[in-house]
């Protein structure tokens, strides 16, 4: 089967977009994942074809036979990118290889087929392109990008389908977390796990996020933001949150996060922040950090700051952090000066106003 070409979409404009005003009215609030563009692209995969029937057109509600495997098996993959206005008017993508990559990856461990990197892009362009009126006005707005992937074979034996849809929705997005607080107050789950070793902890499936959803309510019960998880074997070692991965700083001028392991996904916000980091003299590595670690050197001054980070929410300081054996503040409780930093380098890259010096950004209009 031959890889099918990013470039061979049909398009059919919608026939009923929606009017400016409306659309105009929800772009100064638009919340995140809320709201959703007029278009969308869809892709079939059959066993003996490969991928055929590339589109862009009308989004609308999808038709699936009540046997379809991912309602029963849950073979369903998906990433989260983001396109942005830059300075000059035009629209961008910020390294959407890696996010096409770790699809492929994803797909590789739910035994989904493998999309060409190429066709994945193209896709992702053409969605951006067709609803470029979507552009949130507001500050740090974005057009949230959701392509996925599900077994669209109606059949009810446990082995991989013989049919898939590959889709891309688009949503207007202003800020991730509700609250507006200046940092994030986390919950230490201690009942339950993300993933275990030889899980799919790395893979970016509606699964892992399906387990997360009872420890979040726990931790939203207790009054935090966001939920954190430790790992399977020894329930010590700091993995990730419900969706972002961690990083520590000490007054040293070191910075560290979480190995990935395969439990732990590997975010691009993570790499790229990694790369920003050093640059800004600090020592950066990955190793294990426990719980009683991350208490008792927030408690003598050690660590002087911790944030999340992700393609939703960007960098997100952590200011507080409880669970069921104590609580503690880190710094002052709010956004620590590298942690700004870091986010605004990598916002500024992001939306053309810092040199990309890396080649991350991909100009597509």
């Given at each position: ?113 493998h999309l060409p990197e190429e ?24 057009l949230y990008l959701r392509p ?110 979480p190995p990935l392991g395969g ?103």
């Amino acid at each position: 089967m031959a890889d099918f070409p990013a470039a061979e979409f049909t398009r059919e404009q919608h026939p009923a977009p929606t009017a400016n005003a409306e659309r105009e009215a929800v772009l100064a609030n638009p919340g995140f994942g809320k709201v959703f563009s007029d278009h969308m692209v869809s892709i079939d995969w059959h066993e003996g074809i490969g991928w055929h029937n590339a589109q862009v057109g009308p989004r609308k509600p999808l038709v699936l036979d009540p046997a379809a495997a991912v309602l029963h098996y849950a073979q369903e993959i998906f990433e989260g990118l983001k396109a942005y206005r830059l300075a000059d008017g035009g629209i961008s993508l910020f390294r959407p290889d890696r996010n096409a990559h770790r699809f492929n990856s994803s797909a590789e461990r739910l035994a989904m087929p493998h999309l060409p990197e190429e066709t994945f892009i193209g896709a992702v362009r053409e969605l951006v392109l067709a609803d470029r009126d979507w552009f949130p006005n507001v500050e740090g707005g974005s057009l949230y990008l959701r392509p996925f992937m599900f077994a669209s074979e109606a059949f009810l034996g446990v082995r991989p389908a013989k049919e898939y849809k590959f889709l891309v929705i688009a949503s207007p997005a202003g800020n991730y977390f509700k609250s507006g607080a200046p940092a994030v107050s986390i919950w230490v789950s201690q009942d339950y796990n993300r993933a275990g070793p030889g899980g799919t902890g790395a893979a970016k499936c509606g699964g892992n996020y399906a387990a997360s959803l009872v420890p979040q309510a726990e931790a939203i019960a207790h009054g935090h933001d966001q939920v954190v998880f430790l790992d399977t074997a020894e329930r010590k070692w700091i993995e990730e949150l419900g969706g972002m991965n961690l990083f520590f700083v000490f007054d040293d001028g070191t910075m560290i996060t979480p190995p990935l392991g395969g439990t732990i996904l590997p975010g691009i916000t993570r790499d790229s922040l990694m790369t920003l980091a050093r640059e800004e003299g600090l020592s950066v590595h990955e190793q294990l950090y426990s719980i009683d670690q991350w208490r008792d050197d927030a408690r003598s001054g050690k660590l002087v700051e911790t944030f999340a980070c992700g393609t939703a929410a960007v960098v997100t300081p952590v200011g507080h952090v409880a669970g069921h054996d104590g609580e503690f503040t880190i710094g002052s409780g709010g956004p620590g000066q590298l942690t700004t930093k870091l986010r605004e380098k990598l916002v500024g890259i992001q939306r053309g106003t810092v040199p990309d010096t890396h080649g991350w950004v991909t100009r597509i209009a």
